[in-house]
Structure formats: structure tokens, C-alpha cells
């Protein structure tokens, strides 16, 4: 099945810093999706996004398809930007299907 | 609209008990995915229903099961349960189940067996 590696493992930075989160997957996908998880658990929506770029706020993000990776961009951090983020992945499975595949998710720490 | 909801939020159960949960997807959402997540595995598929059919399904035993009703809500069920069932369990929705498009996830249900 596919893998998703997704990098660096952890990550603090201080308030208003900016940073790159990667992910990098093993085959090609018809469905990429970036997630945050807060504290409480829940999964918010950050993009869909299997391939371009896309910009919401102060996050972006961009998946190069034919090099099977994806970045998520984080310009002017606040505390709140804190948790666990994942990227998820779909193949292609010769049908429909709803199969995510996550990777492992960075921890991102953002000191006052 | 309403997001994806799952009930109970919490559960404290022992081992050899069996547990059912829920999930109400998004009005209109035909596809329900459950997904487990634990410190040592992390988030892993469970299985998707769509039009009350189960289309696909993970690697977990057969002690995990679900079903999807006519209104599309969904329930997972865990019959004998073991400590390591213990985790944070999560239901996703979306609209026409193509896989080309945005999952939608609730806030889970923790479920803690002792």
C-alpha cells in the first residue's frame, strides 16, 4: 500500500516565525488532504488538495503530484497553531473509495 | 449545516464487554469512514460504508463491525473487547463517497477499556 512519510517529526518555533511542513507519498493519489488536530482530538479541515496550490489565511499549501509530495506552509505562527498535523493520503484503487492513508503527523509547539 | 457528530463522546468500559458507537455524517453525505487512532499505530481505517454497504475494510479482526442506516448515520460496533481497543475513535463523512474529495471528521469518541 502506499506509505506517507511526513517531516520533521516535531517542530517549536516562537511566535510570528514561519514554517514548512512536508509530506511525501509513495504513489500516485486522487485525494490529499492537510489536517490539524487540536488538543481534543478533532481532525479540522485545512485543504484538499491533490495537486496546485492553495491559500487560506496565513497556511497555504502545494502538492507536486509528479514528484509525490506535499508542503503545508505556516507564515506568521501564533500559539494557537499548536498540535499535530497530518497529512492524508488516497490511491487510486481502480473504484471509488474513501481508504485515507495518514502519516504520522508533525507535532508543531508555538512559544509566546 | 451541521458537522459530522458522534455520540457517546466518552466511554469507560472492561474487558470482554462489548461497546456500539455512532456517527451522524453531514445532511447529504452518503459515505461514512471509521478510523482508530492510538499512540503506538497512530490513525488507521477501519472501514467506509456507503449506501449501506460496506466498501471497504482495514486490517482489524472481526470483533470490528458496523452498519449504515437508510439516513446514512452510522454505527461501528467492538464485541469483546481488549485493552488495546482502548483509543480515540473517529468517524468521517463525505458527499458521494468518490474518494476525490474533502472528508469531513467528527470529534471522536475516546474510548477507555480497563
Known amino acids: 500500500g502506499i506509505q506517507v512519510e511526513q517531516s520533521p517529526p516535531d517542530l517549536i518555533l516562537q511566535e510570528g516565525a514561519n514554517s514548512t511542513l512536508r509530506c511525501n507519498f509513495s504513489?500516485?493519489?486522487?485525494?490529499l488532504q492537510w489536517f490539524h488536530q487540536n488538543p481534543w482530538g478533532q481532525l479540522i479541515n485545512l485543504f484538499y488538495i491533490p495537486s496546485g496550490t492553495k491559500q487560506n489565511g496565513r497556511l497555504s499549501a502545494t502538492t507536486v503530484a509528479t514528484e509525490r509530495y506535499s508542503l503545508l506552509y505556516i507564515s506568521s505562527s501564533q500559539t494557537t497553531d499548536s498540535g499535530v498535523y497530518f497529512c492524508?493520503?488516497?490511491?487510486?484503487?481502480?473504484?471509488?473509495?474513501?481508504?485515507?492513508?495518514f502519516g504520522t503527523g508533525t507535532l508543531l509547539a508555538v512559544q509566546p | 449545516k451541521a458537522g459530522v457528530t458522534q455520540t457517546p463522546r466518552y466511554l469507560i468500559k472492561t474487558r470482554g464487554q462489548q461497546v456500539t458507537l455512532s456517527c451522524s455524517p453531514i445532511?447529504?453525505?452518503?459515505?461514512v469512514s471509521w478510523y482508530q487512532q492510538t499512540p503506538g499505530q497512530g490513525l488507521q481505517f477501519l472501514f467506509e460504508y456507503f449506501s449501506e454497504t460496506q466498501r471497504n475494510k482495514g486490517n482489524f479482526p472481526g470483533r470490528f463491525s458496523g452498519r449504515q442506516f437508510s439516513n446514512s448515520r452510522s454505527e461501528m460496533n467492538v464485541s469483546t473487547l481488549e485493552l488495546g481497543d482502548s483509543a480515540l475513535y473517529l468517524c468521517?463523512?463525505?458527499?458521494?463517497?468518490?474518494?476525490?474529495?474533502?472528508?469531513?471528521f467528527g470529534p471522536g469518541t475516546r474510548l477507555l477499556v480497563l
Open positions: 504513489d500516485s493519489v486522487n485525494n
Open positions: 445532511s447529504g453525505h452518503r459515505s
Open positions: 492524508a493520503v488516497e490511491g487510486y484503487y481502480g473504484g471509488a473509495t474513501n481508504k485515507l492513508i
Open positions: 468521517a463523512s463525505s458527499r458521494a463517497g468518490t474518494g476525490e474529495e474533502t472528508q469531513y
